[in-house]
């Protein structure tokens, strides 16, 4: 079966027993969705994330048990396909950058629709690099803002030779470095951009503005990307 064919699998994390018998009874009844797992703490999650390798995890930030970004870490190590969607009643700009600097897919506030979230489960399952936030202004203008003064004058320069498709070798003979250092900058860019790839952290700078862009040979990204997902790459 073509796994964008079969049903998405869903883990609900939620101290509050009512609340995970809602969202139970609410995507069981979509018929591309089906509930595979729940938890209650923190422990709990990490241990259901092992066992049925979900495909959309929805955590509650106020768990007992850990930090909300320990417990998103820890699914990660334990089901790093699963992708991690918040559903909380709390949030705050220092605390949705936190989530989302931990690798989180969706920040939703529980005062959405039932449609929503099904709408947002799905588009997160559908793109790999869909982000989804349902959160307040000030929460969404401090995400956004570009975070110029995170990145050192070196890193920008990689960056921008990074969204130019040149390879770690290319990048090392145009600034006098190793390749060794370049890794290391990319390494560090992609920890302060909450990025997974090198394409996903070019996406990201465009985005903040942190870098300016032409239009992109994907051909090149072949070529000089065979690794994507390594930062080491």
């Not at 969705?33 to 959309?56: L, N």
């Not at 970004?69 to 790093?80: G, K, Q, V, W, Y």
């Not at 560090?188 to 465009?206: E, Q, Y």
Request: glycine share 6%; hydrophobic share 40%; charged share 25%.
């Amino acid at each position: 079966m073509n796994d964008q064919a079969r049903p998405t699998t869903i883990l609900i994390v939620d101290d509050h027993a009512l609340v995970r018998d809602g969202l139970c009874g609410l995507l069981n009844t979509q018929k591309d969705m089906q509930v595979v797992g729940e938890a209650g703490d923190s422990e709990a999650a990490v241990a259901e994330a092992a066992r049925a390798r979900p495909d959309i995890v929805l955590l509650d930030v106020g768990l007992p048990g850990g930090e909300v970004t320990t417990t998103i870490n820890r699914i990660h190590a334990r089901s790093p396909a699963s992708r991690i969607i918040i559903l909380s009643m709390y949030e705050g700009p220092q605390l949705v950058q936190a989530a989302i600097r931990a690798g989180i897919r969706g920040y939703l506030l529980k005062t959405i629709r039932g449609e929503q979230l099904v709408s947002a489960i799905r588009a997160v399952r559908a793109d790999h690099y869909r982000m989804v936030l349902e959160v307040s202004r000030e929460s969404l203008v401090e995400v956004t803002r570009p975070p110029h003064g995170l990145l050192s004058g070196r890193e920008l320069q990689v960056l921008e030779l990074t969204a130019q498709a040149l390879s770690n070798s290319q990048i090392a003979s145009r600034l006098s470095l190793t390749e060794a250092t370049v890794k290391k900058h990319l390494q560090n860019i992609f920890v302060k951009l909450g990025a997974v790839s090198r394409i996903d952290a070019v996406n990201k700078a465009k985005a903040a503005s942190l870098v300016t862009m032409g239009r992109l040979d994907p051909h090149t990204w072949a070529r000089n990307d065979r690794s994507d997902h390594d930062p080491a790459t």
